[in-house]
């Protein structure tokens, strides 16, 4: 395994309020470790479930989300929308929200803050395209039993066959939870969600976390979403189960070492090595998001 990233510090909450966006203390959810001070359609919406997990993808006109440019949440996109890889690695993933009659597709990217909203429209040999009228913009369709984008021709984004793939089994979701470390606060709160197939060490992750009394003693919560990869090996063990959570960005955004007995994750450095210390570092499962 090659080990790509240098061993970190608790940077300061200061640092991350730059980078991330500041979320209502309402919501839940697990990030990174920081510190803190202050298939093709005939009559859609009857479609293919999630690229993610059976679940349906649409939202009603009364959502806030049907709104022209309105940002919405990484935990909206990661629990209601399809999710279509960029083929480059240097752009976002974009997701997909579905109006109820299936006439609008609500498309997403950059952690939901960049919006466009794309209409259904006949193709001459059956089938429908997901685009805006009169512009060279992006072709929303479903071809073979995957979601694709399109520009000019060409392919920008497709949803991963892995997640259409029954023979990997049924979708499962995992929730992990436990207060680790902070720098200069009473801790953080993480709370992870990992959706993937039964048999795939790949899959889709929710990460929040909630820098606790972090500003004027109240709690501030960020979020991240993106891909579940699973490594081999760390630098104490070459068997160890790491997995590897990588935004949307492209970013790693935290390694954790998986004990498959105890069914816990223990946050390890940049270069997947364990954090010495004889602090806590480990998410313990729950049996629901919280």
Same mark, same amino acid.
């Given at each position: ?88 690695? %240097? ?9 109820? =009659?299936?006439?609008?597709?609500? *498309?997403?990217? /950059?952690? $939901? +803050? ?113 891909? %579940? ?9 070459? =068997?160890?189960?790491?997995?590897? *959570?990588?935004? /949307?960005? $492209? +970013? ?39």
């Amino acid at each position: 395994m090659q080990y790509r990233r240098g061993e970190s510090n608790l940077p300061r909450f200061s640092s991350r309020v730059k980078n991330m966006k500041k979320l209502s203390l309402a919501m839940i959810g697990c990030v990174v470790l920081a510190g803190c001070t202050a298939p093709q359609q005939t009559t859609p919406p009857v479609m293919e479930k999630s690229a993610l997990m059976p679940i349906v993808q649409t939202v009603v006109p009364e959502e806030p989300i049907l709104k022209a440019n309105e940002t919405v949440t990484a935990y909206t996109l990661f629990d209601k929308a399809i999710r279509i890889g960029s083929v480059d690695a %240097r752009f976002s993933d974009f997701y997909v929200l579905f109006s109820p =009659d299936g006439k609008l597709a609500h *498309l997403y990217s /950059d952690a $939901g +803050k960049k919006h466009e909203t794309l209409q259904r429209r006949s193709l001459p040999k059956g089938g429908y395209v997901w685009n805006v009228e009169d512009d060279d913009t992006k072709n929303l369709r479903h071809k073979d039993g995957v979601w694709t984008i399109e520009k000019r021709m060409k392919l920008i984004a497709s949803q991963s066959k892995s997640d259409v793939d029954a023979s990997l089994g049924p979708w499962e979701e995992e929730y992990f939870e436990g207060v680790l470390p902070a720098a200069s606060c009473p801790g953080i709160r993480y709370q992870l969600t990992v959706r993937h197939r039964s048999y795939s060490g790949d899959g889709a992750y929710h990460l929040a976390m909630t820098y606790l009394e972090a500003e004027k003693g109240k709690d501030v919560t960020f979020e991240s979403i993106g891909k %579940r990869l699973t490594q081999r090996g760390t630098t104490e063990d070459e =068997d160890a189960t790491v997995w590897q *959570l990588v935004g /949307d960005d $492209g +970013k790693p955004e935290a390694n954790f070492l998986y004990d498959p007995m105890n069914q816990t994750l223990t946050m390890l450095t940049k270069d997947f090595k364990r954090i010495d210390s004889k602090l806590n570092y480990t998410l313990k499962p729950t049996s629901k998001k919280q």
